[in-house]
């Protein structure tokens, strides 16, 4: 089974700040996507960045970067500059290869509040 | 280019009442899921369909919830009867089931049993 974690139901930064927000996970596959999504109020998930295992280098998408850990299963989005309206919730998202049981593929999600 | 599509936006309907949500996928893509986000156990898969296949509704919560695909750009998530409980938000999603795509959602149903 696969499992996500998220250890910070809510955290708040500055504007214009930095913050990084955590995700851990387990896994038995050696090649395997994760992803964040943001979820603003209005409900829709949008896709913020994509880390491939097989790649080392860690992804980036303007504002967006990842700090990918492979060996300690570790998957952490930070946020640069920080806007107003990056204020949401955040999923980590391991999806599975194949639908197997039962699997919650989303972390619980962090709230993130952006203090003007 | 048209996104995952769900209808309703918004139900409210009473305990016990039939509930039918349903779903348009983005044209060419072959897998389907559905998702229920609660407060207390966030986002949960539902069920997933491949080619119109229901592949694992082990996510399923009870025999009240069924979904069906009949054909490649349809799908629906009924409830009955529908109890309380069953308020959250059910988002349906799409992709091309490819390890690694990405997943798109539609902006959710929400849902309200009173």
């Known amino acids: 089974a696969q499992t996500v974690t998220q250890s910070q139901p809510e955290m708040s930064v500055q504007e214009a700040e930095t913050v990084t927000l955590s995700c851990t996970y387990d896994?038995?596959?050696?090649?395997?996507?994760l992803f964040w999504y943001k979820q603003p109020p209005s409900r829709q998930m949008i896709l913020v960045i994509r880390?491939?295992?097989?790649?080392?280098q860690n992804a980036t998408e303007n504002r967006f970067s990842v700090n990918f850990q492979k060996a300690a299963k570790s998957f952490s989005l930070k946020i640069s500059d920080s806007q107003l309206g990056d204020a949401a919730m955040y999923f980590c998202d391991l999806p599975p290869l194949v639908c197997v049981g039962n699997m919650l593929t989303f972390g619980g999600g962090t709230r993130l509040m952006v203090k003007p | 280019d048209a996104g995952v599509i769900q209808s309703p936006r918004h139900e409210v309907t009473e305990m016990g009442q039939e509930v039918t949500l349903r779903c348009k996928p983005i044209?060419?893509?072959?897998?389907l899921f559905w998702y229920r986000q609660t407060m207390m156990r966030g986002l949960e898969l539902l069920i997933y369909f491949n080619n119109n296949v229901p592949i694992d509704d082990s996510g399923m919560p009870e025999d009240r919830f069924s979904a069906k695909m009949p054909n490649a750009s349809f799908s629906t998530l009924k409830i009955q009867p529908s109890e309380p409980r069953d308020s959250a938000v059910y988002f349906c999603?799409?992709?091309?089931?490819?390890?690694?795509?990405?997943?798109?959602f539609g902006e959710g149903s929400w849902l309200t049993v009173v």
């Open positions: 999603a799409s992709s091309l089931s490819r390890v690694g795509n990405t997943i798109y």
């Open positions: 896994t038995s596959e050696s090649d395997y996507y």
């Open positions: 880390q491939e295992a097989y790649k080392q």
């Open positions: 044209s060419g893509h072959n897998s």
